[in-house]
């Protein structure tokens, strides 16, 4: 574990938790987590960026034509809730701006219209079922114990990475015993 104190001004939106390598926790093991809306009193919203699901957004939504996006597993809480993020900007109205070249949300009707007209594509748009969520200094306290450790968003890890590899594409980012950790075997660092 890191023996390095976190600092927790660090926390934003578009801050990226990645689960440090000993964590135990079966919803975030080996997870990465996307913060979309931090607040240390109100709470904080995130979407894990890296868990699969075998569903397809055209299983979920009747309107959409041919659009078989991949919905992933935003986290343990609401998961029979829908969102997004993409790269589109303010092409899809009430989006917010989370990081360069990072939007969550928007007007559901104004993206069902512009997937039909073939104006966003896959690589543009993530869908997620649930999403991750902390009560007010809970994830504070999460990263002073620590279970997480706080990384700045590439645009790419969500829309180019290969979401299986992702955790391990960033601790090698990181270097240092981390580099060594991603090597091993999920189960083999557990025993």
């Known amino acids: 574990m890191s023996s390095e104190q976190p600092d927790l001004t660090q926390i934003e939106n578009g801050s990226l938790l ?3 390598p000993f964590m135990l926790d079966p919803n975030f093991k080996r997870a990465v987590v996307l913060i ?7 709470g904080s919203i995130g979407f894990i960026l890296n868990r699969s699901t075998p569903l397809k957004l055209s299983e979920l939504i009747e ?7 991949p919905v992933f597993y935003g986290g343990p809480v609401a998961e029979n809730t ?9 092409l899809i109205e009430e989006s917010v701006k989370i990081a360069p070249g990072v939007y969550w949300g928007g007007h559901f009707e104004s993206l069902k219209f512009l997937i039909n007209q073939k104006l966003i594509q896959i690589e543009n748009i993530r869908f997620f079922m649930g999403y991750s969520g902390w009560d007010s200094q809970q994830l504070q306290q999460e990263i002073k114990e620590p279970s997480w450790f706080i990384d700045q968003i590439d645009p790419n890890y969500i829309f180019k990475s290969k979401p299986e590899h992702l955790w391990k594409e960033i601790l090698e980012k990181k270097g240092d015993h981390y580099s060594a950790i991603s090597q091993m075997d999920g189960d083999y660092i557990f025993n």
Do not use: K
């Open 63 to 69: 309107d959409i034509d041919d659009f078989d996006a």
């Open 36 to 42: 979309v809306d931090y607040s240390p009193t109100d």
């Open 82 to 90: 829908l969102h997004f993020l993409h790269n589109v900007g303010s």
């Open 18 to 20: 990645v689960a440090e």
